[in-house]
């Protein structure tokens, strides 16, 4: 059964052999769920964004833009910032 030590500071490292088992490499987040007869459960947290498909609502999801359309909506920005500086003069 694979072990690791707790460090004066909390740290531990989880066995190779388990960070295998579960998928994990460096910089994956682990949640730990405790069940009713007390074991602890520890469980990859970190998801693929493939996975996260779906799962904004239709509110947020917009259709894309095309390069012309970017463009426009840039070149009217400039114009209103342009217009909307004071002149030397009125400064």
Same mark, same amino acid.
């Given at each position: 059964?694979?072990?690791?030590?707790v460090t004066n500071r909390?740290?531990?490292?989880?066995?190779?052999e388990i960070r295998e088992y579960l998928g994990?490499? =460096?910089g994956d987040r682990i949640d730990y769920t405790v069940d009713a007869e007390g074991r602890v459960i520890l469980?990859?947290?970190t998801i +693929?964004?493939?996975?996260l498909d779906g799962t904004l609502s =239709?509110?947020?999801?917009?259709e894309g833009v095309?390069?012309?359309?970017?463009?426009?909506?840039?070149?009217?920005?400039?114009? +209103?910032s342009v217009s909307k500086k004071p002149s030397v003069s009125e400064k």
């Amino acid at each position: 059964m694979p072990q690791s030590t707790v460090t004066n500071r909390g740290q531990t490292t989880v066995p190779k052999e388990i960070r295998e088992y579960l998928g994990l490499e =460096s910089g994956d987040r682990i949640d730990y769920t405790v069940d009713a007869e007390g074991r602890v459960i520890l469980t990859p947290s970190t998801i +693929s964004i493939v996975e996260l498909d779906g799962t904004l609502s =239709s509110r947020w999801r917009k259709e894309g833009v095309s390069i012309d359309d970017m463009q426009r909506a840039i070149e009217r920005e400039a114009k +209103s910032s342009v217009s909307k500086k004071p002149s030397v003069s009125e400064k």
